[in-house]
């Protein structure tokens, strides 16, 4: 085996072993591209969560405020038919 063509199979192993790597360094970008796509769909979940989660503790405050009006006003109306009841019985 003469030297020119020791150099000409060297090449082609060397341009075997470059597009291997081409190949890898595709894929890599491949996977890259389909993990930033899913990083974004995972932040878009988050983001929805914590709206979701804003506008139900809002629900809840809102809730607990009308609760609390409703305590008050049956804790008032509670109070009126014991005095009614109270003069009714003196009666």
Known sequence: MDFNSRKKK???NYD??????N???EE???YILDLESKVQTLKLI????R???KTSNSL???LSDQMDNVNRKLTGVYRNVKNIIKRKVRE
């Open 16 to 21: 075997l072993y470059n597009e291997n790597i």
């Open 23 to 25: 190949i890898y360094l």
């Open 51 to 53: 709206d979701e989660v």
């Open 60 to 62: 809840l405050y809102n």
């Open 10 to 12: 060297n090449k082609n």
């Open 46 to 49: 988050g983001s929805n969560m």
């Open 28 to 30: 890599n970008d491949n």
